[in-house]
């Protein structure tokens, strides 16, 4: 199994980013996905999830509206797209499956800074 999390970076307060996390190892296309994000100091948190087949997406309060998470499950990748982006999102962002059972990636770092 392994996820590779991509497209992080330092980004102004207001801008966007869109993080990608191609995904190896196991049927893709069956498992409900989520994106969390860690903070320094902080636990890890889910901040969105997609159904197998994108049906249906749920979202953290801190994100709603300001994040949209999507996926191809031709290309194995679920997407996180990152609007609006406030100091407070700054943390390195991960995917796995919605139950984080999986051996995760190293993330990408996002930084929402002046």
């Known amino acids: 199994v392994q996820f590779v999390e991509s497209g992080g970076g330092l980004v102004q307060p207001g801008g966007s980013l869109r993080l990608s996390c191609a995904v190896s190892?196991?049927?893709?296309?069956?498992?409900?996905m989520s994106w969390y994000r860690q903070a320094p100091g902080k636990e890890r948190e889910r901040v969105a999830s997609i159904t197998p087949v994108g049906g249906s997406r749920n979202y953290a309060d801190s994100v709603k509206g300001r994040f949209t998470i999507s996926r191809d499950n031709a290309k194995n990748t679920v997407y996180l797209q990152m609007n609006s982006l406030k100091p407070e999102d700054t943390a390195v962002y991960y995917c796995?499956?919605?139950?984080?059972?999986?051996?995760w990636g190293q993330g990408t770092q996002v930084t929402v800074s002046s």
């Open positions: 190892g196991f049927t893709f296309s069956g498992y409900h």
């Open positions: 796995n499956t919605y139950s984080g059972s999986l051996l």
